[in-house]
């Protein structure tokens, strides 16, 4: 039985490193302080922030062909509304919508155990630029030496339960028709109506759909290149599980908030252009 | 993931208006064919030359349309009553240069005062059995650092491991400073990784491309030995079929093919696991006292290493045998390559670069070739008191301006001769910094990588599409600065040779003052982004001498200043 010294110490620590993990057993953080430990330790943050600056760099090379200037504008208008911080301030928003007590004590219990520690501090280097640089060894070495197929079918196993194939057309998609429609706007030469970017989406759509599961795979392969089999494994069970079915659900949902409100600040701004 | 978008984006765009973008790109096509056919009047077709022939760098430009040098023209006309008169050395400052090579092997400076193989310093010079050269990235149990870290990489290692939890609130004003630096080259360092992974994931989407192109091309043509001529002449008639055309219409014209592809995933995956890795450290394998830079013994005579590719083809240019009836020739004659190996896969140290410029003057090369160079040179004071030294010496010091397609008079490529304020606010005078040409005679006349400046690369020499030596008897077109400095410095030698009597700053001066400028020529400067939106410059304003070196002319003008 905890001592009330360690009670507060926990309470302490919680309060003051809401990163930290904490013991089993310790008092029940509120829903906000819950929240903050659940979004700090998913790499959501990360990850929003790696698409932003993916998508700057690639508007950096004007691959829409426009005028120097339009591109410029376009860019900045971009960076002003997918910027990091408004990306995750709106998935903030929407896990804490989503907040459910009981789910969230679970997989806050969940996060002090070895497996998720491990797993987790894998997705966050994933996306440090050390993690970067590894992505690309990895890479490299997988397509000389594929991974075992044991090891393939756990990570397909876990893009299952994690839904996540769904998640990542829906978000590109999200990224795509905003693209398009600002494309429409801005091009001299090209202007679509919304039954001609209905169409294009839709073109999109089943372009990538084939495609989505095995790049899901061939990231996530990379991702936990340093994370042993039996750890997988038990992180693929954690998400086949009604809190992991909670957690996906909601990470998904934030992401696709985040992206959605994201794409309504950039192409109204590029329609005041 | 979503990295894929704007190119998908583009694509989807592109085959939603495909019947547009034909007809604009027919358009284009021949209002180029047009503009071309109009500058390029005689029977060479630059605009569909896909491959330069071997050796044009050395070829005349009266007599062939290519703009060499006319080296083959001096020798005919200008050097055929005459003999050289002094066997020049040129130091290659390099990778290490395969001297077995059969059109190298007699052009292999020998250090005569040195017993091979003995395991004595015979001439006392510091270094053992320095037969042929040095090589300072050597360890004396024989093995060699391959890959190295680049120079960025070390900056930000060495700071991160002091600034990375660093309380900013309590550093002193220098500090602060530093701290400055440290977010500035960590940003830097960022920057480069995720170019890195860009360039990775571009090949990658390029390779896939490839296939699927390829695979439409064979089902239309019924085979897989289908020609340039063939997609070109393709009249497509439906979305699949055109992007085919396209895709492989643009590998082809840039001879890209899957040998390329692998070699350049090859190399992003080594920069990745060596040249931007903060924990990897070979140097442990030099065994040399790192932190003192002033330290001049140590390092290996194995003048090869593990990747001698880089300097073989820069060797060969300067003075592979001539007229032995295999290969090809080098600019020089009476030419001998000392092999000075400092530079990895990865960025030379400086204390190497200052050392290998020492030895070199210290065991008598006339010319030293320095086919390398980095964005920052944390010890450049070393490196340049080296330079000041072979200045003061009378050695002709040749650099490559290095590949970035960036303008050198905002960021340098070290080494430089511009000396740090440590030494004096003076440059040396026996230096030459080289930009790199294309044989194109159009507006593509200035190699797209190539970096120029008005103040600081002092002229352009033939740098695309070199054949010259490459390891075990082989041959290869290459392109690169790298291959551009050599050129220079084998007509350095090649003036020397018959000339003993001018001096080094004569000798430079010989090649600066009779360039070509072609007044007239519009040239796209180079530039790291979208070339379409590149600017367009007078050739004569990118260089310090205004014009591309031609030998052919600096001998004319040596036989009238005897």
Known sequence: ?273 | MIKRLLILLTASLFLYSCSTTKQASQDSNQQETAEQQTQVPDSVDFATMLEPPQGWHQLDEERTRFRGISSDWAYQNLLNKKSPKKEVVVAVIDGGVDIQHEDLKNVIWVNKDEIPNNQKDDDQNGYVDDVHGWNFIGGPDGQNVNHDTFELTRIYRDLHQKFADTDTSSLSQKEQQKYAYYQQIKSDYGKEIRELQQQYNNIESLENSMKEANQILMEHFGTSSYSYEDVKNLQPDNQELMFAQNVMGYVMENDIDSTLIADQKKQIYEFAKYGYNPDFNPRTIVGDNYEDKTERHYGNNDVEGPDPSHGTHVAGIIAAQRNNGIGMNGIATNTKIMVVRTVPNGDERDKDVANAIRYAVDNGADVINMSFGKGYSPYKEEVDRAVQYADEHGVLMIHAAGNEAQNTDQKPSYPTDTYGSVLSDSSATLWLSVGASNWKPNEQFIANFSNYGDQTVDLFAPGVDIYSTMPDNQYKFQEGTSMAAPVVSGSAALIMAYYPQFTAQQIRELLINNVIRYPNQEVIVPNEGNPTESERKLFPQLSVSDGEINVYKALQAAEKMQ
Not at chain 1, 168 to 183: H, Y
Request: net charge negative; with cysteine; hydrophobic share 35%.
């Open chain 1, 1 to 273: 039985m905890m001592t009330r010294a360690s009670q507060l110490l926990s309470a302490i620590l919680i309060l003051m490193m809401p990163c930290l993990s904490v013991a089993q057993g310790s008092v029940t953080p509120d829903k906000e302080e819950a929240i903050s430990r659940i979004f700090s330790a998913l790499p959501v943050e990360a990850s929003l922030n790696e698409v932003s600056k993916d998508l700057n760099q690639q508007f950096s090379q004007n691959p829409f062909g426009l005028p120097t200037d339009k591109n410029d504008q376009m860019m900045q208008i971009f960076r002003k509304a997918f910027n990091t911080d408004s990306l995750s301030e709106s998935a903030h928003h929407s896990l804490e919508k989503q907040y459910k007590p009981a789910f969230a004590d679970s997989v806050l219990e969940w996060l002090d155990t070895p497996t998720a520690d491990s797993v987790m501090s894998q997705e966050h280097e994933f996306y440090t630029i050390q993690g970067m640089r590894k992505r690309i060894i990895s890479k490299y070495e997988y397509e000389q030496n594929p991974p075992p197929e044991d090891r393939q079918e756990i990570v397909r196993s876990l893009i299952n339960a994690q839904n996540a194939v769904n998640s990542e057309v829906r978000s590109q998609t999200i990224i795509f028709r905003a693209l398009v429609s600002a494309f429409s706007v801005l091009s001299d030469q090209r202007s679509f109506n919304e039954s001609q970017i209905d169409d294009i989406v839709g073109n999109f759509n089943s372009r990538i759909q084939g495609q989505i599961e095995q790049e899901l795979s061939n990231q996530l392969l990379l991702m936990y290149h340093d994370v042993d089999t039996t750890m997988l494994k038990d992180y693929r069970t954690f998400y086949n599980s009604p809190t992991g079915q909670w957690l996906s659900d909601a990470r998904s949902e934030a992401v696709h908030t985040a992206f959605q409100e994201a794409a309504d600040r950039f192409l109204s701004d590029v329609r005041e252009l």
